[in-house]
């Protein structure tokens, strides 16, 4: 249900109906259509395929990297000059990259305890390494489907070294504050002695909803983590950028952790062509997810469909969900069986049971969805109604 290898695995788990998925998978592959298309969808020959551009964004004469040199470091001063930051350090997940970040500014401040709000990725997505593996101890500041405010940090009843902010919140539907109502948070937390940092694994597509640079948005929090394949398409890798000295003693806990890797320049190559290729067209995306939330809003209106909900209804970023009262096997049903034969992929992610009789899905727009027009977006929503099940209850 969304466009990271980790979540179709969840999604894998999740698809009501044998073979949904692979049903899935096979249409995306063979629509004419779609709305997005995702690396980790390829083959390998493909996927080898993105390296083709890596020519005009590093020297491919100089020697390879080794644990971590060379083609790494490029990367890593690249990011660390795109987010203002005294320097950067490449890893090869952004969970251990947020762990060790954390955990660095838990030695610093002397207080374990990190803030952090209940549809975070660390408390959704990774089985509680914060506690099991790094030995913080993460408190949630809300469980409300928004990002938490400037009172409710404020407020909170205990102490806690670390803020943690996700932007954008992706499990809430991948909102984001406002640039005003983020910066009042951070304040908050330093008002309280806490750094701040910035789950920004999707950060890059944030500026336009902020209204704010990347390096205007960096520079309100303490540290920022930033992921390379979540938007830029590149074959896996994080970077964790900040202070100096922090991203100094990152690197020997990366070491520590397992995360210095013999070589890793296919990865790092395909983050300097996301950045080169996919961080300048984020906001032509992020407009073109708007034409379509609108698109889908006025398509459902059309067909008739109660409760139909496009969530956030203009979406802070390109991606966004929407959420449709059936059981999620109907609609993955429905959402194949129109890939497969209109060869028009509307949904192309997997549905989750949001709720008895409710089903919720991620909707992404990559270039592939530049080439819709609102008309296209309402058509194919009226083909996808056509095969649900009637009357809707």
């Given amino acids: 249900m969304t466009d990271t290898a980790e979540s179709e695995q969840r999604v894998a788990d999740d698809d009501r109906s044998a073979g949904t998925r692979e049903r899935r998978l096979a249409a995306l592959r063979s629509a004419r259509r779609a709305l997005a298309r995702f690396g980790f969808h390829w083959t390998l020959r493909e996927r080898l395929a993105v390296l083709d551009a890596a020519e005009g964004v590093h020297d491919l004469d100089e020697l390879s990297d080794v644990y971590g040199d060379g083609v790494v470091e490029a990367l890593e001063t690249k990011v660390a000059a795109l987010l203002g930051t005294e320097a950067a350090a490449f890893f090869p997940t952004g969970t251990m990259a947020q762990q060790v970040a954390l955990r660095c500014w838990a030695g610093r401040t002397g207080n374990r305890t990190v803030a952090v709000h209940a549809l975070s990725h660390p408390e959704v997505h990774e089985r509680n390494a914060f506690s099991e593996v790094g030995g913080l101890r993460p408190v949630r500041v809300t469980s409300e489907p928004r990002l938490p405010t400037a009172a ?65 948005i960096a520079d309100l929090a303490d540290s920022v983590y930033v992921s390379f394949y979540k938007s830029l398409e590149a074959f896996g890798g994080a970077a964790l950028a900040g202070p100096k000295e922090l991203v100094e003693e990152a690197k020997a806990w990366r070491h520590r952790y397992g995360g210095q890797v013999f070589q890793q320049f296919p990865t790092a ?37 109660p409760w139909a909900r496009v969530h956030p209804e203009v979406p802070h970023t390109h991606d966004f969900q929407v959420w449709l009262p059936y059981d999620a096997d109907v609609v993955a049903e429905a959402a194949v069986r129109t890939a497969e034969e209109t060869g028009v992929v509307l949904f192309g992610s997997g549905w989750d049971q949001g709720g008895p009789g409710l089903a919720l899905t991620e909707v992404h727009v990559r270039a592939a969805g530049l080439e ?12 996808f109604v056509a095969r649900l099940p009637g009357p809707v209850r």
């Fill in 152 to 216: 409710e940090v404020r407020d909170f009843e205990e102490p806690f070294g670390a803020l943690m902010l996700e932007l954008p919140l992706r499990d809430a539907g991948f909102v984001l504050p406002s640039w005003e109502e983020l910066t009042e948070v951070v304040a908050a937390a330093r008002e309280r002695d806490a750094v701040v940092h910035f789950d920004g694994a999707r950060l890059w597509e944030s500026t336009v909803h902020l209204g704010r640079s990347l390096e205007e």
């Fill in 269 to 305: 190559l395909s983050a300097l062509v996301g950045l080169e290729r996919e961080l300048p067209r984020l906001p032509e995306y992020v407009a073109q997810a708007r034409v379509v939330a609108a698109a889908l809003r006025e398509g459902f209106a059309a067909a008739a469909v």
């Fill in 372 to 383: 819709w027009t609102a008309d296209d977006v309402r058509t194919a929503v009226a083909e």
